[in-house]
């Protein structure tokens, strides 16, 4: 993630170029990029230097996206701030065969730390290579509790290093019930990871080096 001020830089840095860039088609629908709220959701938004993201906010908690030869991008909607609770979700993500999350995703401040509870993922496992602490069994599924560790990294706060918490689910879906809570108990319980102040929570799609699309609805 970057900071908003550097994507509002970036944003008026694009706006020169003649062809409307990706933000600029967001800001003609009346979405703005960065964070926001709409239709009583909070949704969040960030792509890094290439490739294009449509991204659109639907009706209550849902979203539309497709990307194409990004390099990195994330966004979803969901609450801010975002503090433990069941979270339903369901729609349709079909990027199996391309480098791609479907993730309940979110940060917390003091201490910094990113996390996901990943529901599907696509020809990468982000766990490989991570520190694995044990396992939690959450609406029918057994997930992968991981640990990792970024430095000098872009977050929430601007570049920072800081831990990334993991759930990685065995059996791959889209659609189901996410007690949060659970996560999190285990995540202390079984390697002291330990949780801030909440920040946002959403249920989000990630493309990396990839192109893909996905239609989305978080409820609460």
Do not use: C
């Not at 990943?118 to 509790?145: F, H, K, M």
């Amino acid at each position: 993630m970057v900071s908003f001020t550097t994507l509002v830089a970036a944003v008026a840095a694009a706006a020169t170029s003649v062809t409307a860039n990706p933000i600029e088609q967001m800001r003609a629908r009346g979405i703005q990029p960065g964070q926001g709220t709409h239709n009583g959701f909070f949704y969040s938004y960030w792509k890094d230097n290439g490739g294009t993201v449509d991204y659109n906010n639907g009706e209550r908690g849902s979203y539309n996206v497709r990307w194409t030869n990004v390099n990195n991008w994330v966004g979803g909607k969901g609450w801010k701030p975002g503090p433990p609770r069941k979270v339903s979700y369901n729609g349709t993500w079909a990027n199996h065969n391309v480098n791609s999350y479907l993730a309940l995703y979110g940060w917390t401040t003091n201490p910094l730390v990113e996390y996901y509870i990943v529901e599907a993922y696509g020809t990468y496992n982000p766990s490989s290579g991570a520190q694995r602490l044990g396992t939690i069994e959450d609406d029918g599924g057994v997930y992968d509790i991981y640990k990792t560790r970024r430095v000098n990294q872009p977050s929430i706060v601007g570049t920072a290093s800081f831990d990334q918490y993991w759930s990685v689910r065995r059996v791959k879906r889209v659609g189901g019930t996410i007690d949060t809570q659970k996560h999190f108990d285990e995540w202390k319980r079984q390697g002291n990871l330990q949780l801030g102040a909440w920040d946002y929570m959403i249920m989000a799609s990630e493309g990396y080096q990839s192109s893909g699309s996905a239609t989305i609805e978080v409820k609460a």
